[in-house]
């Protein structure tokens, strides 16, 4: 079992000390650059390739991936027998399986007009070649498709309403997901956690925390939040520690672990388009860890269109890790600074309402980075009872970055050295005008998954799908 390295209690600051903290997140002192070097430049003929093969296409956005992987022991989907029989196999939530994020609802009627749709599907990595049917889910519920490899786990649809559970919640007609383009899992004693752009990136954003079949957390704690986090109205009250809003998209998550105040309630930290990070808690709802501008932002930011992309092009998004030895470390990459921020955390805030507090910044800049719009750990931390989580490094654990740039992943060491870069390739060809949109690796550390978008050569599919690299 991976040990702790909580912070010492002789190491908490106050709330007015937080407080500067913030303040001086965006002081040049606080800010130091660690630049690395890279043989490869960015040059997408001097990387060695790597090949994949295609699990599954027709994917309208394909964006975020997240293995499902086993809830431990003790942890509330393991232990409830109705939670547990989700996971058993072949079902939505087995731990072989990988949720993809899609801008599709597959069919499945809106809850939300003024919004966009989306959706996590699950489907099982060992399939090849699947073509997901454009409207398997119209029935409006977790629908199966292709004999079960594809079924949908949760979409911007009445089915998965924050209300289900908790009408009395103020975030009552919110769902689960909605365009989402962030995954954390909480293995280790919670549930899953999706990020969601349902107005875009300039609108506000949403995050959840969702039970196995999809809907918001049922008998939630706090009754005002229930299971979704929206905009500025599930702020901690009667007031914040450290003021945060989800006033923009949700652009990517991970989970911290246990909350520093003593209840022992997860605590997830959510990256917002505007650059700012804020902190979600099951039962204390939202707080700021970081104000705007602290990471590169998203809004008003667009890839563009690639030269002969069919396809919508999708919403930019990034990946968020989360390294707790020998100290609390999060790492988010800036796709359009070509570049990763690093933000240490320590505690503050008052007795008995203690929070997340950044404590010390710094940006790996390498030339082996071409817009890093996603990032996953080489080593998945699995056993951990804090911290077991798909965004999770076990201690030590190198890195892989995903570049859209130019097609390639990046393994990196945690100080920013790089270990290798590969180009991906789909058996003998490039992937021509698709390009990757995010990545994962399972928990046995013996496959990478990525997604991407737009059509590979030969193919006739131009929304996006799902391939499978080996590690290096």
């Not at 009445?158 to 689960?176: I, L």
């Not at 004693?189 to 925390?209: E, K, M, Q, T, V």
């Not at 930019?316 to 359009?336: A, I, K």
């Not at 030339?367 to 998945?380: E, F, M």
């Amino acid at each position: 079992m991976s040990g702790t390295n909580m912070p010492e209690r002789g190491f908490q600051i106050s709330r007015r000390q937080a407080l500067v903290a913030l303040g001086l997140a965006g002081v040049a002192g606080v800010d130091a650059v660690a630049s690395t070097s890279s043989a490869y430049a960015g040059d997408r003929s001097g990387a060695p390739t790597i090949s994949g093969r295609v699990v599954a296409v027709g994917i309208p956005g394909a964006s975020a991936i997240a293995p499902v992987g086993t809830f431990l022991p003790g942890s509330p989907i393991n232990s409830n027998p109705v939670l547990a029989a989700f996971t058993q196999p072949g079902r939505v939530c087995d731990p072989t399986r990988v949720l993809v994020g899609s801008r599709s609802n597959f069919g499945a009627p809106k809850a939300n007009e003024d919004q966009a749709a989306g959706s996590f599907l699950s489907i099982d990595p060992g399939s090849a070649d699947l073509a997901v049917p454009a409207r398997f889910a119209a029935s409006g519920g977790q629908a199966s498709a292709l004999g079960g490899a594809v079924q949908m786990y949760s979409a911007q649809s009445p089915n998965w309403r924050n209300g289900v559970y908790t009408p009395g919640a103020v975030t009552a007609d919110q769902t689960a997901v909605a365009n989402p383009l962030g995954m954390s899992i909480n293995n280790a004693f919670g549930r899953f956690w999706p990020a969601n752009a349902p107005y875009g990136l300039n609108g506000p954003g949403s995050s959840s925390i969702a039970d196995p079949d999809g809907r918001p957390l049922n008998n939630a704690l706090n009754p005002s939040t229930g299971g979704v986090y929206f905009d500025d109205v599930t702020g901690r009250a009667p007031a914040q520690v450290i003021a945060g809003a989800l006033s923009k998209a949700a652009v990517g998550t991970a989970l911290i672990g246990r909350s520093p105040d003593g209840s022992g309630r997860a605590v997830f930290a959510v990256v917002v388009a505007d650059g700012s990070v804020v902190q979600e808690h099951t039962v204390k709802a939202l707080d700021g860890i970081a104000p705007p501008r602290t990471v590169q932002p998203l809004v008003d930011r667009s890839w563009g269109h690639d030269h002969g992309h069919r396809g919508q092009v999708p919403v930019p998004r990034l990946g968020v890790l989360m390294s707790y030895s020998p100290e609390l470390v999060l790492f988010v990459s800036q796709p359009f600074d070509d570049s990763i921020k690093v933000i240490t955390l320590t505690i503050g805030g008052p007795a008995g309402n203690e929070v997340f507090v950044p404590s010390g910044m710094r940006t790996i800049r390498s030339s082996g980075l071409d817009q890093p719009l996603d990032l996953a750990p080489v080593r998945i931390e699995i056993v951990h009872p804090d911290r077991a989580s798909n965004t999770t490094l076990q201690p030590g654990s190198d890195f892989y970055v995903c570049n859209r740039g130019n097609d390639t992943i990046v393994r990196m060491q945690q100080d920013g050295t790089i270990v290798g870069v590969r180009r991906v390739r789909v058996g003998p060809h490039s992937l021509g005008v698709a390009r990757l949109n995010g990545i994962a690796t399972s928990t046995d550390g013996s496959r990478i998954w990525v997604t991407y978008v737009g059509a590979l050569p030969g193919s006739d599919d131009d929304q996006g799908g799902v391939l499978e690299l080996p590690t290096f």
